[in-house]
């Protein structure tokens, strides 16, 4: 069943889906609808603050161009653990090739811009102000990006952001094939490597469940968040 969503004023404050009503801070988890799945909020801002308070929490923002701003914590939860990643004969080879190669935060501008330009749905919820905003959470150290080379060429990316010992996924690209698996094959490596306890995929999809994701619920992963996730920022080299 389709739910309108009408835009609010311009206002700082948050409307709370469930109860009908505005507030300065986001509700508990369980207020999430069920349809659509996992939206909780509605307007607010896009501060480092604001964004910071949603993933700690477990909610991230989602939205389209000329919508308001739509915060979410879908039930269940995609995520992807260390050391289980799924990676196959044919990407293991690809990756012990050469031919790719891994660096992190070398061009974070370029790949949060190639992620809002290369969607395959002529989606847009990557607006110029959600970029920006992750352009400043990258600038105090909690946003990272991961680039793939190839030849000297930008092949593929993704951004995310850091906190504590989880990192949430945000999105990623890919201009040749298989790019994107070897992004997260080297990323997981290194997250294994740093203790992290889980990558954060949001919502599930077929490319991340060939990879090993898997779906656990809301209530499983907001307690993982309360004992891993919190303002640490980490190092990426």
């Known amino acids: 069943m389709e739910r309108n969503i009408s835009p609010l004023d311009d206002k700082k404050d948050l409307f709370l889906v469930k109860r009908r009503k505005m507030s300065i801070k986001f509700p508990c988890l369980d207020d999430a609808l069920d349809d659509p799945n996992g939206l909780l909020a509605i307007g607010g801002d896009l501060s480092e603050k604001r964004l910071i308070s949603a993933y700690q929490q477990g909610i991230f923002p989602w939205f389209n161009h000329g919508q308001p701003i739509l915060w979410w914590s879908p039930n269940p939860r995609c995520v992807l653990l260390p050391n289980t990643i799924h990676v196959s004969r044919s990407l293991k080879k690809k ?6 190669h891994i ?21 847009t919820w990557l607006t110029s102000s959600m970029q920006d905003a992750y352009i400043r959470l990258h600038e105090i ?51 294994a ?5 889980l990558l954060d995929c949001q919502v599930e999809s077929n490319h991340l469940k060939s990879l090993g994701a898997r779906l ?21 080299p």
């Not at 990756?95 to 790719?100: A, K, L, P, T, V």
């Not at 996924?169 to 997260?184: C, F, P, Q, T, W």
């Not at 490597?193 to 306890?197: A, E, N, R, V, W």
Request: glycine residues 6%; contains cysteine; positive net charge.
């Open 193 to 197: 490597l740093m203790d992290f306890q």
């Open 103 to 123: 660096t992190y935060n070398k061009e974070f501008k370029n790949v949060i811009h190639e992620c809002s330009i290369n969607r395959k749905d002529d989606d």
């Open 95 to 100: 990756i012990n090739s050469n031919i790719f």
């Open 141 to 191: 150290g909690y946003a990272h990006s991961i680039e793939c080379w190839a030849h000297e060429k930008l092949v593929g990316g993704l951004y995310g952001i850091a906190m504590g010992k989880v990192f949430f996924g945000e999105s990623m690209y890919s201009r040749v094939s298989d790019a994107s698996k070897i992004i997260l094959a080297s990323l997981m490596d290194k997250l």
């Open 216 to 236: 656990i619920p809301r209530e499983k992963f907001s307690c993982i968040l309360k004992k891993y996730c919190n303002l640490t920022k980490s190092s990426f």
